[in-house]
């Protein structure tokens, strides 16, 4: 089955301390993206990488951290520097020479 | 600063009626995508509108792209209780790596 996983799906963290977020997706795909989703909102995009060895940060980077060591691969690190991290993630890729973005089912993290 | 408005942000409506949701953007931009999210879930690739004038349709949905007024509608016609969720509009920031900038998102509620 070719697709993007997410892990976990539901995810509890303590104040204070940093928690990955795992993104993998076997499409071939070049790019992939993180964003964030609060509750009735739109997602704000948090990083995103064109190649591997690469990325950039995207309008809400502060807290964050990411890397992209395979193409397959793009973990997202939520730091204890995030300072309302509780949302529903979202990671998406698309293949280069084509704009269309494919999400994956999403984490949605709590801090307790 | 790319920004994309939605209205309205909800909306109920009877099954069998007919109505549109609007997507207004700030800059100029060729490409704009409708995604369909249902309430936990990640989003679902509707349509990929790339030029002015451009239409596409799918059952009983219907969006259009007016790049000249940075307007794109999403008909519903003859509403069914299947197409509740909530539906977001996208707009790819020219230049920059695909990425897309969302609306708010409009929550449809249809009632039997």
């Known amino acids: 089955d070719g697709g993007i996983t997410q892990s976990p799906k539901y995810l509890f963290r303590k104040e204070g301390q940093n928690v990955t977020l795992s993104c993998e997706q076997n499409?071939?795909?070049?790019?992939m993206y993180w964003y964030r989703q609060d509750p009735g909102q739109g997602l704000r995009l948090i990083y995103y990488?064109?190649?591997?060895?690469?990325?950039q940060k995207g309008d809400i980077a502060e807290g964050y951290s990411v890397s992209r060591e395979k193409k397959e691969s793009f973990p997202l690190t939520v730091t204890s520097a995030q300072k309302n991290p509780t949302a529903f993630y979202l990671c998406?890729?698309?293949?280069?020479?084509?704009?269309?973005?494919?999400f994956g089912p999403g984490t949605r993290l709590t801090v307790l | 600063e790319l920004k994309v408005e939605q209205n309205p942000l909800f909306l109920s409506m009877q099954e069998g009626k007919n109505y549109t949701i609007y997507c207004n953007y700030s800059?100029?931009?060729?490409?704009l995508y409708w995604y369909r999210q249902d309430p936990g879930k990640s989003l679902e690739s509707l349509f990929v509108?790339?030029?002015?004038?451009a239409v596409k349709q799918e059952g009983r949905l219907m969006a259009s792209l007016d790049t000249k007024a940075r307007l794109s509608t999403l008909h519903i016609t003859a509403a069914v209780h299947d197409l509740s969720a909530t539906y977001f509009c996208a707009v790819i920031n020219t230049g920059t790596a695909s990425k897309l900038t969302f609306g708010t998102g409009t929550r449809l509620q249809v009632t039997l």
């Open positions: 990488s064109q190649i591997v060895n690469d990325f």
């Open positions: 998406a890729s698309r293949l280069d020479r084509t704009d269309t973005q494919y």
């Open positions: 509108l790339l030029s002015n004038g």
């Open positions: 499409l071939n795909h070049d790019a």
């Open positions: 800059t100029t931009s060729d490409r």
